[in-house]
C-alpha cells in the first residue's frame, strides 16, 4: 500500500538556502494534507497542513504547495536552519470527515552549517 | 503546551503476554487516535475513537488489539497475546475534531521477545 510515497529518504541542505521535500500521493480521493515532522525518541509534530480547496498555505518559514492534477505536494522551508533536522513525513487523509492519516516513509532532512 | 502523555516509554514483553499502553490524551480533545511505527518502515494508522467507541481501524488493528477509555482521562490500547511482529513504537495521538493537526505523544517503544 503505497498511496503516500516519499520518494526521497534523506536530504542535505546548508544552512540559510531553501529546503523543499517531496511528497507524491496516488488516492485521488485524499483531500487533506499534513506534514510532521519528527526527531528522534519524540511523537511526530504536525507542522502544516493543506486542504485540497487551496494550492499553497504559508506558515513562517514553512510553505506547502500542492498540485492536485499530478497528485504532488511540497513543502518548502527557508531559510534553512540547523534545528530543522528532522525526519519530515507527508500524510494525507480521505474524504472529509475521515479521521485516519495514511503517512509517507518519511525523508531525513540534514541543515549543514 | 498542552501534551499527549504516554507511559511506559519502553516496555519489554515475553511472547504471548499481554501488554497494555497506556495515553492521557489532551483534556479538551474528542478524538483519539493509535499509530505505530515498525523500525525503518511509515507510521501506520491502528485505530480511532470518539464517543466511547471505535470509529475506525485498520487490518492491522485484529482481534488481539482493544482499546479503552476506563475513566475519562486514559486511553489505553491493549494487545492480548503479543507476537515478535508487534515490535514497535507505538504512538497516541488526540486532536479536536477530524482532519485537524494531531498532537502526537512521545511513544511507547514495545519491544517483544
Known amino acids: 500500500d503505497q498511496q503516500v510515497k516519499q520518494n526521497s529518504p534523506s536530504l542535505s541542505v546548508q544552512e540559510g538556502r531553501i529546503s523543499i521535500l517531496n511528497c507524491d500521493y496516488t488516492?485521488?480521493?485524499?483531500?487533506?494534507f499534513l506534514w510532521y515532522k519528527k526527531y528522534p525518541a519524540e511523537g511526530p509534530t504536525f507542522l502544516i497542513s493543506i486542504s485540497s480547496i487551496k494550492d499553497k498555505n504559508e506558515d513562517g518559514r514553512f510553505t506547502v504547495f500542492l498540485n492536485k492534477s499530478a497528485k504532488h505536494l511540497s513543502l518548502h522551508i527557508v531559510p534553512s536552519q540547523p534545528g530543522d533536522s528532522a525526519v519530515y513525513f507527508c500524510a494525507a487523509s480521505g474524504v472529509r470527515g475521515a479521521q485516519k492519516l495514511v503517512f509517507g516513509q518519511g525523508t531525513r532532512l540534514t541543515i549543514n552549517p | 503546551e498542552p501534551e499527549v502523555t504516554q507511559t511506559p516509554s519502553h516496555q519489554v514483553t515475553q511472547m504471548g503476554q499481554e501488554v497494555i499502553l497506556r495515553c492521557v490524551p489532551i483534556s479538551n480533545h474528542l478524538y483519539f487516535y493509535w499509530y505505530r511505527q515498525i523500525l525503518g518502515q511509515k507510521v501506520e494508522f491502528l485505530v480511532s475513537f470518539y464517543n466511547n467507541e471505535i470509529s475506525e481501524k485498520s487490518e492491522i488493528f485484529d482481534d488481539q488489539f482493544s482499546v479503552e477509555r476506563p475513566d475519562g482521562s486514559n486511553f489505553t490500547l491493549k494487545i492480548r497475546s503479543t507476537k515478535l511482529e508487534d515490535s514497535a513504537m507505538y504512538f497516541c495521538a488526540s486532536s479536536t475534531g477530524p482532519n485537524y493537526g494531531y498532537t502526537f505523544g512521545s511513544g511507547t517503544r514495545l519491544t517483544v521477545v
Open positions: 488516492n485521488s480521493m485524499f483531500d487533506y
